[in-house]
């Protein structure tokens, strides 16, 4: 099942393609406004099966703009995320230089994590399932 995973905001959105087998072949960090423009071609492109979406700020509000798309979308716990993100983050991109000697808790990611953060939604998703 592929699953698009949402962390809801109300300045940015993260977004997430998490695939049956665990990959995520897309990530990106979305403005609220033109969230579902944006996901029509995703939804397309990656066959999306169902759709996570934080229970955060703007959960419910996304959820219903979400029901147009004709596909499952369901509310999951995003309690830790942004803690859990900071880590997957990090994994994917670890620190060089003098950072690298720096414990990744003291550690900033030079950029926002929301997407991060809809890759963990999907995965608790599809661990529900």
């Known amino acids: 099942m592929t699953v698009l995973g949402i962390d809801p905001g109300s300045r940015k959105v993260g977004v997430a393609v998490l695939t049956a087998d665990g990959a995520v072949p897309f990530r990106a960090i979305l403005q609220p406004e033109t969230l579902v423009e944006d996901l029509r071609p995703l939804i397309e492109r990656y066959r999306i099966d169902a759709?996570?979406?934080?229970?955060?700020?703007?959960?419910?509000?996304?959820?219903?703009?979400?029901?147009?798309?004709?596909?499952?979308?369901?509310?999951?716990?995003?309690?830790?995320?942004?803690?859990?993100?900071?880590?997957?983050?990090?994994?994917?991109?670890?620190?060089?230089?003098?950072?690298?000697?720096?414990?990744?808790?003291?550690?900033?990611?030079?950029?926002?994590?929301?997407?991060?953060?809809?890759?963990?939604?999907?995965?608790?998703?599809?661990e529900a399932r």
């Open 51 to 126: 759709i996570a979406v934080g229970g955060g700020t703007r959960g419910s509000e996304i959820l219903h703009q979400l029901a147009d798309f004709g596909l499952p979308c369901e509310r999951v716990d995003e309690t830790s995320t942004t803690l859990h993100a900071r880590n997957l983050y990090f994994d994917a991109n670890p620190p060089r230089g003098w950072r690298r000697l720096v414990p990744r808790g003291m550690l900033t990611p030079p950029r926002p994590i929301d997407d991060f953060a809809a890759e963990l939604i999907a995965r608790r998703f599809q």
